[in-house]
């Protein structure tokens, strides 16, 4: 096999590629590959991708992983993405997704979008909203 062909099928290895031999790599190429492997599913584990086969994870990535999979759900709940699950948070992260979503929700009434609840707003907030309304009538 040339040598160009031989780097190439390595590359074509070592980024998981179908079109992938081992049986014509040597016992370091091969090490590479299963190193390359190793990479591509802890980055599938540290960014939520469903190839990821955490079971494969050190210790150490696994506690990334793990802290990578919080910070995701974090700011899923501070801009009120469906899947949010704010009972992994702490009171302090949970009192700013509550302060988040009174913020969205006030915005949503103040330009007159689906999905305000006028229940949930201050006075003030109310007053604003009415004025907002009344200078939007089309």
């Given at each position: 096999m040339a040598r160009a062909e031989r780097e190439r099928l390595v590359q074509v290895c070592v980024y998981g590629?179908?079109?992938?031999?081992?049986?014509?790599?040597?016992?370091?190429?091969?090490q590479?590959?299963?190193?390359?492997?190793?990479?591509?599913?802890?980055?599938n584990c540290l960014h939520g991708?469903?190839?990821?086969?955490?079971?494969?994870?050190?210790?150490?990535?696994?506690?990334?992983v793990t802290q990578a999979a919080n910070k995701r759900n974090y700011k899923d709940?501070?801009?009120?993405?469906?899947?949010?699950?704010?009972?992994?948070?702490?009171?302090?992260?949970?009192?700013?997704?509550?302060?988040?979503?009174?913020?969205?929700?006030?915005?949503?009434?103040?330009?007159?979008?689906?999905?305000c609840d006028v229940a949930q707003l201050t006075a003030e907030e109310k007053e604003a909203v009415a004025r907002a309304a009344a200078e939007r009538k089309w």
């Open positions: 590629s179908d079109a992938c031999n081992l049986v014509h790599l040597t016992a370091e190429e091969q590479a590959v299963a190193e390359g492997a190793r990479k591509r599913n802890y980055q991708f469903d190839l990821c086969d955490a079971a494969r994870l050190t210790a150490d990535e696994q506690e990334a709940c501070i801009v009120g993405f469906y899947g949010c699950d704010a009972s992994q948070l702490s009171a302090e992260q949970q009192e700013k997704i509550a302060r988040a979503a009174r913020k969205r929700n006030y915005q949503s009434c103040l330009h007159g979008f689906y999905g």
